[in-house]
């Protein structure tokens, strides 16, 4: 199967998985029911919970209790969607209205609580105490990589460390955990788990690079979202940082003036797009990118000699997936 056929295939056993669970979970009220059918079958190709099963069976284990550990990855990411629609105030995703724009506030916000919850239990009854340890993390890093982000709003002073920071704890640390914990659950060693960890933080940070290059560069067709939403908010990317570093103070301070005035930045948004062509920003943060994906298969080299090829090879065509993306 090729990586399409297979990200398919997966896909559809973890969306099993959650139906069974959902439905074994006693007492859950009629409109929370509404809403996690809603929020959690909207497509999306599972990636997280696909990795934490790559990279058990790279190390040994394959069974279904596997796949219920992993559907705690798709139910944490789905909630962070929804809390991230109310931050945001998005009215779409993925093609179609959010959940905050659909059910209101309270409804994501509480979905959103319910499915952390679910999360957390499923990673402790079958991944044990260590896993939700490594899970809590996790966790505990995107709540704090979304108050970095707060913090440094407007700020066309940001440096290239603040932004990794900031994507290590929104993205990459939960794409890291979701293949550290797939090595745990088949008992593989600490070698194994820093190799999986490492090829999961890369991934995860070079995936967030190209999602903020898409927000500049999208078709909105193919991303399912509106371009410019991360300037709207003020949102500084590595994009524009590095056009900044590359452009004169004169150009600077425009850019900078126009990010600071919430007034403007909606507007702004193709003369900013224009700043950063010109001070070669896109081209700079893809290269970025591919070196983050490069390392991403460098830390996969202790499983050369694997058992399991087709879990190995998927990994790199994930790594190949992310740096190609288009939405």
């Known amino acids: 199967m090729d990586l399409k056929d297979v990200i398919r295939y997966e896909a559809d056993r973890i969306d099993a998985e959650m139906r069974r669970d959902l439905a074994e979970t006693v007492g ?23 990795l934490t099963v790559l990279c058990s069976r790279l190390c040994g284990r394959d069974d279904e209790q596997l796949y219920r550990l992993a559907a705690a990855f798709e139910y944490l990411h789905a909630a962070t969607l929804f809390h991230d629609d109310v931050i945001d105030h998005a009215d779409t995703r993925r093609g179609r209205m959010s959940v905050v724009k659909r059910y209101g506030r309270d409804g994501a916000i509480l979905a ?98 190209i999602d903020d290059l898409l927000d500049y560069q999208g078709d909105s067709h193919h991303t399912g979202k509106a371009v410019g939403n991360d300037l709207a908010e003020g949102k500084v990317t590595l994009p524009l940082i590095l056009a900044l570093q590359q452009a004169g103070e004169k150009e600077r301070a425009e850019v900078a003036a126009l990010i600071q005035d919430e007034g403007r930045r909606g507007e702004s948004f193709a003369v900013v797009t224009r700043f950063i062509e010109q001070f070669g920003g896109y081209q700079l943060a893809r290269r970025q990118a591919e070196q983050l994906a490069a390392n991403a298969v460098t830390a996969l080299e202790p499983f050369r000699r694997s058992v399991d090829d087709q879990s190995l090879h998927i990994l790199v065509q994930l790594v190949q997936y992310v740096i190609g993306r288009r939405k």
Not at 28 to 46: C, M
């Open 112 to 209: 959103g609580d319910f499915l952390h919850a679910q999360a957390m239990a499923m990673v402790g009854h079958h991944g044990g105490v260590d896993a939700l340890a490594v899970f809590a993390e996790a966790t505990r890093g995107m709540v704090n990589g979304e108050f970095l982000q707060m913090d440094q709003c407007c700020r066309a002073d940001l440096s290239e460390d603040d932004y990794y920071s900031i994507i290590r704890g929104k993205t990459a640390l939960l794409i890291g955990a979701a293949c550290q914990i797939g090595v745990m659950f088949a008992g593989g060693d600490d070698r194994y788990r820093s190799a999986l960890r490492a090829y999961g933080l890369n991934l995860g940070s070079a995936f967030q690079v």
């Open 28 to 50: 859950v009220a009629p409109l929370l029911a509404e809403i996690l059918e809603y929020g959690l079958f909207s497509g999306g190709k599972r990636v997280r919970p696909l």
